[in-house]
């Protein structure tokens, strides 16, 4: 598994499509922190990293779909699955291994941004007035949604050899998962316990809970969930193939 792993990396920083994903992200991420207005942090008023969390997530939707779109999609188009079929490997050591290297990519993209949590540090009054607990708590939401939205992309990229449809679905996936359920509990359809368990269900109530600074086992189990559900989908699909 650790020399797929490895191959799956290798692959992804060997193509100008791997940096390009990391440098549009880190990009489109300062463009909201640092220059567009009612988003950038100089005009926030108050030492916080709260627009990089809120803004990230929606980036992610169309970063993480990106790397994850080729780790089926291109086995099955070049025939390469069927040989890597053979190696003494198991189906599910070939699925964590590129699910590894997907969530390894992710991290790659968000150490860049420590670099801001450093200069709001700096920055504020006086240095080092920041929430670090909510701060904290943010960062390891964001690793644990874009963890999620990789095992959503996993899935997706095993149902198709067409790279672009794999992308678009793990799109729309990550996004259903996301806000759908939130907003379903604010249209107050149905009774108030009902609808605390609807929003529940989507990543973005989890997400924000542990923005709070207050690590919940709850949520960590929803997210081990999650993530386990769909690689366990991504391995029927796999395994599907070979009847």
Same mark, same amino acid.
């Given at each position: 598994?650790l020399t797929?792993?490895?191959?799956e990396?290798?692959?992804?920083?060997?193509?100008?499509i791997?940096?390009? /994903?990391l440098? #549009?992200?880190?990009?489109?991420?300062?463009?909201f922190?640092w220059v567009?207005? *009612?988003t @950038?942090?100089?005009?926030?008023g108050y /030492?916080?990293? &709260?627009?990089?969390?809120?803004?990230?997530?929606?980036?992610f939707?169309f970063?993480v779909p990106?790397i994850?779109?080729r780790?089926?999609s291109d086995?099955?188009?070049?025939?390469t699955? &069927?040989?890597l079929?053979?190696r003494p490997i +198991? *189906?599910m050591?070939?699925i %964590?291994?590129? $699910? =590894?290297?997907?969530?390894?990519l992710?991290?790659?993209?968000l150490?860049?941004?420590?670099i801001?949590y450093?200069?709001i540090?700096?920055?504020?009054?006086?240095?080092? @007035?920041? *929430?670090?607990?909510a701060?904290?708590?943010s960062?390891?939401g964001?690793l644990? %949604?874009?963890?999620?939205?990789?095992?959503?992309g996993?899935?997706?990229?095993?149902?198709t /050899?067409n790279?672009i449809?794999?992308?678009?679905? /793990?799109?729309?996936l990550?996004?259903?998962?996301y806000q759908?359920f939130? $907003?379903? +509990?604010?249209? @107050?359809l149905? $009774?108030?316990?009902?609808?605390?368990?609807v929003?529940?269900?989507?990543i @973005?109530?989890?997400y &924000? +809970?542990?923005g !709070?600074?207050?690590?919940?086992t !709850? *949520?960590?189990?929803?997210? #081990?969930?999650f993530i386990?559900?769909?690689? %366990?989908l991504t391995?029927l699909? =796999?395994?599907?193939r070979?009847?």
């Amino acid at each position: 598994m650790l020399t797929l792993l490895l191959k799956e990396l290798h692959t992804f920083f060997s193509s100008l499509i791997g940096y390009l /994903a990391l440098t #549009v992200f880190l990009l489109t991420l300062s463009l909201f922190l640092w220059v567009f207005p *009612d988003t @950038n942090l100089p005009d926030y008023g108050y /030492a916080t990293l &709260e627009p990089l969390f809120f803004t990230a997530p929606w980036i992610f939707m169309f970063l993480v779909p990106a790397i994850t779109m080729r780790s089926f999609s291109d086995e099955y188009k070049t025939g390469t699955m &069927e040989l890597l079929a053979t190696r003494p490997i +198991s *189906d599910m050591q070939i699925i %964590l291994g590129k $699910y =590894v290297a997907s969530v390894v990519l992710i991290l790659f993209a968000l150490l860049p941004t420590f670099i801001y949590y450093f200069t709001i540090y700096q920055l504020g009054l006086p240095p080092g @007035n920041i *929430d670090h607990g909510a701060t904290w708590g943010s960062y390891i939401g964001l690793l644990l %949604l874009g963890a999620s939205f990789a095992a959503i992309g996993i899935f997706a990229s095993s149902l198709t /050899a067409n790279q672009i449809v794999a992308f678009l679905l /793990a799109v729309f996936l990550c996004f259903f998962f996301y806000q759908t359920f939130d $907003y379903l +509990s604010k249209l @107050n359809l149905f $009774y108030a316990k009902i609808d605390d368990i609807v929003e529940q269900i989507g990543i @973005n109530a989890h997400y &924000e +809970s542990m923005g !709070r600074g207050v690590i919940d086992t !709850r *949520d960590l189990l929803y997210f #081990v969930s999650f993530i386990s559900l769909f690689l %366990l989908l991504t391995r029927l699909v =796999v395994e599907s193939r070979k009847w």
